[in-house]
C-alpha cells in the first residue's frame, strides 16, 4: 500500500510536470500542484490515504524507508530544477508543512487564502522572480 501511495504520487507530479512548457522550476511547480491540491493528479482519495499511511509507518519503520528514498528523490529534483536550491526548498518545506496541517486535521485555510498561498509559491518557481 505504502508502495502504491508513492507510485500514484509521483506518477501524478509527473504528468503535471509534463504538461508544463517552463522547464525553469518546473518540478517543483508540479510539486506544488500534486501535493497541494490537483485531485486529478492523485485521486479524490489521495490525502486521506496519506493521513492513514503517514500515521501508519511511526508503527512501521521498515516501510518508512520507502518515502524517505521517495523523499530524497524528491529533495534532488528540486535542488536540480533550475532554481536557487535554498528557495526551491523552502518552497517544498512550505508545500509539505500545510499538506500535513490539512491533513492531520490541524489546521486549514480558506479556501481563498490556500489558493493565493499556493499561486504565491508558483509564482516563486518563475525565472522572474527567482532571486539568484
Not at 521498515?62 to 536557487?84: F, K, M, P, S, T
Not at 496541517?101 to 522572474?128: C, G, Q, Y
Amino acid at each position: 500500500m505504502v508502495e502504491r501511495f508513492v507510485y500514484r504520487f509521483e506518477t501524478g507530479l509527473a504528468g503535471i510536470e509534463h504538461e508544463d512548457e517552463d522547464p525553469h522550476g518546473r518540478y517543483t511547480r508540479a510539486y506544488v500542484g500534486a501535493t497541494l491540491g490537483e485531485a486529478a493528479s492523485t485521486g479524490e482519495q489521495y490525502d486521506r490515504l496519506g493521513a492513514s499511511i503517514t500515521a501508519a509507518l511511526s508503527n512501521f519503520p521498515d516501510l518508512l524507508e520507502i518515502v524517505r528514498q521517495q523523499n530524497i528523490r524528491c529533495q534532488a529534483a528540486v535542488e536540480e530544477d533550475g532554481l536557487d536550491p535554498v528557495d526551491a526548498t523552502i518552497i517544498r518545506l512550505a508545500v509539505e508543512g500545510l499538506w500535513m496541517a490539512e491533513v492531520f486535521n490541524v489546521m486549514h485555510l480558506d479556501p481563498e487564502m490556500k489558493r493565493k498561498v499556493t499561486a504565491r509559491l508558483i509564482e516563486r518557481t518563475r525565472a522572474s522572480s527567482n532571486r539568484k
